[in-house]
Each structure stands twice: as structure tokens, then as C-alpha cells.
């Protein structure tokens, strides 16, 4: 069975700092990987995703992320934090037999002034 | 645009009163997913259609049923809902199973009085 774990339910970053919010998974078949962000009373919005090929996954809003199938990781990574970072953060792998998506449990951004 | 609508945003029921949430598509995809999100927790799978035929997770409660007479729609309906059923309802599609794209609609917000 296919799960993920997200380390770390809050994380808190100065503006203009590094975001790092990680992610590993348990797999036995090649995983297709996903970032989703949540922001307050909204759907889930694809940030980037991993299926096959080059393995540094660039997505929108400036977030990227590597799968290190060796260390089962997928961590997302911004170079600069912004203010509208700030909201929730899902990682998800999907059973490639039924496309549904199993979650980690969220990591709470928080950006600091 | 090609988009997952849900309606309503917010949906308040009262305790035990039969409530239907809709879900509609302009994507054409074959699979709808119904996804539970309760406060601070990762959204859950209730069920999916893949075109007609219904899948339904092993843990979801029987009070929980869907239909889908098309495939541009997809209802859920609670049959009595319980204050533990207050939670944001979250539709999404994809392709067929396998494939890596699934958007989500902005979900519904469901309170339970």
C-alpha cells in the first residue's frame, strides 16, 4: 500500500527566506508524485507533479522539487518566500491503477514578516 | 475555461436532514472523485465513478451515497448527517485511472446543525 508522510504539521519562514517542506513516500511501483497548496475555504491547487523523466519537478508560484527515488523523497523547495505563500501544503502520490491520490497529512505554512 | 464547479460554497443542514451537494465538469473527464476534508486533517476518499461504474472506498459510511446520471455531474448525498459529518466536501476528475492530471473543484463547505 502506497502512503505518504509529511514531516514537520507547521512550518514558519521569514519573507524572503527558504521554504523547505518535506515529503517521502512508500511506494512498490514508480510513483507519480504531486504538490498541492490549500489556502483557507478553497479547493486544492496543483503547485507540480512527477510522473516520469527529468526528476527536479518545477511547478508554479516559483516552488520546484526533486524526486530522490533513493531516499523516497519528494521535498518542495521556494528560494524566496513571499506573504501569499502562506496557506496550507499537501503531498500526494497517486495508485497509478485508479488515479486516487493518497494524501499526506499538511504541512501549515506560515510567512513572517 | 474547463473547470470542476461545485455548488453551493457553503451548505448549512440541520441534524439528520437529508442534503445533496453537487458536483459538475467541463473537462470530460471519465473519473469524479468525492473527497472528505475535515478541519486540519488531509482529505479523505469517499468514492469515485469511473464513467458509470461506482467505487466505493471500504470505509466510507453508508450514509454516504452518490449518484452520477451524466458525465458532467456527480452528487453526494448524506441520508442523516451527523454533526461529525461537518466537513469541506472536495469533487475532483482525471482521465482515466493512471493518468496524472486531477483537478479539483473549490470544494463545499458542509456545518451540520
Known amino acids: 500500500a502506497q502512503s505518504v508522510t509529511q514531516l514537520g504539521s507547521h512550518v514558519s519562514v521569514s519573507e524572503g527566506a527558504l521554504v523547505l517542506l518535506r515529503c517521502n513516500y512508500s511506494?512498490?511501483?514508480?510513483?507519480?508524485l504531486f504538490w498541492y497548496v490549500q489556502y483557507p475555504n478553497q479547493g486544492l491547487q496543483l503547485l507540480l507533479k512527477y510522473t516520469t523523466g527529468a526528476t527536479l519537478v518545477k511547478g508554479i508560484n516559483g516552488f520546484e522539487a526533486e524526486f530522490k527515488k533513493s531516499e523516497t523523497s519528494f521535498h518542495l523547495t521556494k528560494p524566496s518566500a513571499h506573504m501569499s505563500d502562506a496557506a496550507e501544503y499537501f503531498c500526494?502520490?497517486?495508485?497509478?491503477?485508479?488515479?486516487?491520490?493518497?494524501f499526506g497529512q499538511g504541512t501549515t505554512l506560515q510567512v513572517k514578516p | 475555461d474547463a473547470m470542476v464547479i461545485q455548488n453551493p460554497r457553503y451548505q448549512v443542514t440541520q441534524f439528520g436532514k437529508p442534503v445533496t451537494l453537487s458536483c459538475s465538469q467541463t473537462?470530460?473527464?471519465?473519473?469524479m472523485y468525492w473527497y472528505q476534508q475535515k478541519s486540519s486533517q488531509a482529505p479523505k476518499l469517499l468514492f469515485h465513478y469511473y464513467d458509470k461504474d461506482f467505487n466505493n472506498e471500504a470505509d466510507t459510511p453508508d450514509n454516504f451515497q452518490s449518484r452520477r446520471p451524466n458525465t458532467s455531474f456527480c452528487f453526494l448525498d448524506i441520508r442523516s448527517p451527523g454533526l461529525g459529518d461537518a466537513a469541506m466536501y472536495l469533487c475532483a476528475t482525471s482521465r482515466p485511472p493512471g493518468s496524472a492530471s486531477v483537478t479539483f473543484g473549490s470544494g463545499t463547505r458542509l456545518t451540520v446543525v
Open positions: 511506494s512498490s511501483v514508480p510513483p507519480y
Open positions: 500526494a502520490v497517486s495508485e497509478s491503477n485508479t488515479g486516487k491520490l493518497i
Open positions: 473537462l470530460n473527464h471519465n473519473v
